[in-house]
C-alpha cells in the first residue's frame, strides 16, 4: 500500500495514547475486580458475506484488538447464571486482506455478562458499537467515516497466571445513511486472545 509507513504511525499513536495514561495494577492476576481494568490483546480473522443482508461485497480482513474491560464488582444471579457485569471499550484495526486497500481503525463501546460459576472457563457475551475511519475503497460503500455495531460469545480460560479467550462475533459497518452508495458490510469474525500483564 503507498500509505503504509503513514497508517503504522496512526496505530502506534492510537496504542500508546491509550497504554502510557494508564498506571500498572500490582494484582494483574485479578479478574474482574471492581475498580481495576483488565487489559487483553485479541487477533483473528474476518469476512463479509454477500446476501448476509444487504451485503454485496466480500472483504476479508485480519483483526488486531486492545481492549480494556472494568467490571462494576457487583455478582448477580445464582448457579450457572453467576453473571458480573463489564464495560469494554475497544480500539480495532482491520486490516483488509481482500480487496487490497487501507486499513479500518475504530473505537467501540460494549456492554459484557461473564458467566462466573466456574472459576477455569467462564463463558461471555456482549453486544455494542462505536465509530469507524477508514480511506477503503470498497465497490458500493462511501464516507469516511461509519459506523459499527454487533455483538458475540466468548470463554475465557483461566490457566494459572494467565487468562486466554476465545471469541466469535457478529459485525455490522454502513455509514447509517448519511451519503450514497451504501452497502453494508455484514461480518462473522473468530478471535483469540490473552489478558495482558498490567
Known amino acids: 500500500m503507498e500509505n503504509n509507513a503513514y497508517y503504522k504511525l496512526n496505530v502506534i499513536a492510537i496504542l500508546s495514547s491509550l497504554v502510557n495514561p494508564i498506571p500498572a495494577h500490582a494484582d494483574s492476576s485479578a479478574s474482574l475486580t471492581k475498580g481495576a481494568p483488565n487489559w ?3 487477533g483473528g480473522i474476518g469476512s463479509s458475506h ?6 454485496v461485497e466480500k472483504v476479508e480482513t485480519t483483526d488486531l484488538i486492545l481492549r480494556r474491560e472494568t467490571t462494576d464488582g457487583t455478582t448477580r444471579g445464582s448457579g450457572w447464571y453467576l ?7 475497544e480500539i480495532p484495526i482491520h486490516i483488509l486482506r481482500e480487496p487490497d486497500e487501507p486499513p479500518m481503525f475504530g473505537i467501540s463501546f460494549q456492554a459484557c455478562w461473564t458467566f462466573t460459576a466456574n472459576e477455569t472457563t467462564q463463558p461471555y457475551v456482549f453486544v455494542g458499537g462505536g465509530p469507524v475511519y477508514t480511506q477503503a475503497d470498497i465497490p458500493g460503500t462511501s464516507s469516511e467515516v461509519r459506523g459499527s455495531y454487533g455483538g458475540g460469545v466468548g470463554l475465557k480460560i483461566n490457566s494459572g497466571p494467565m487468562q ?7 459485525h455490522h459497518l454502513s455509514n447509517g445513511g448519511i451519503k450514497e452508495p451504501n452497502d453494508p458490510l455484514n461480518s462473522d469474525k473468530f478471535l483469540v486472545g490473552v489478558k495482558l500483564p498490567f
Do not use: A, C, H, V
Not at 486466554?164 to 457478529?170: D, H, T
Open 40 to 42: 487483553y490483546f485479541l
Open 50 to 55: 454477500p446476501g448476509w443482508g444487504d451485503t
Open 83 to 89: 453473571n458480573k457485569q463489564s464495560m469494554m471499550i
Open 164 to 170: 486466554y479467550l476465545l471469541e466469535y462475533r457478529y
